[in-house]
Nanobody, 122 residues
């Protein structure tokens, strides 16, 4: 069972940056992918970014492409989401997710964190 702990959320102003971290424990598989999803009030959870664990291939939603960067530190079993040029519409609870296999951008990840709030004021 993989346990994911997110950190780094907070309240910032439009144009600011934040870095989210997600540390995984109990990750017994070497491959797979880790991703970030977000859910704003009254909206469905949506894909934000993902990275394949071995090759480090990255994937982004169109809404964040060019502003967000996902990376991973395999030695620390941790991935990071660097968020630059934040906009009010980025306000949401951000969830880290992990999976041993399957579609990198799919919503059916096997393991999920508890979420961290990101609020961007205008």
């Amino acid at each position: 069972q993989v346990h994911l702990v997110e950190s780094g959320g907070g309240l910032v102003q439009a144009g600011d940056s934040l870095r989210l971290s997600c540390e995984a424990s109990g990750r017994t598989f070497s491959g797979g992918s880790m991703g970030w999803f977000r859910q704003a009030p009254g909206k469905e959870r949506e894909f934000v970014a993902a990275i394949t664990w071995i090759a480090g291939n990255t994937y982004y939603a169109d809404a964040v492409k060019g502003r967000f960067t996902i990376s991973r530190d395999k030695a620390k079993n941790t991935n990071y989401l660097q968020m630059n040029s934040l906009k009010p519409e980025d306000t949401a609870v951000y969830y880290c997710a992990d999976r041993p296999r399957g579609l990198v951008t799919g919503a059916d990840y096997a393991f999920w964190g508890q979420g961290t709030q990101v609020t961007v004021s205008s």
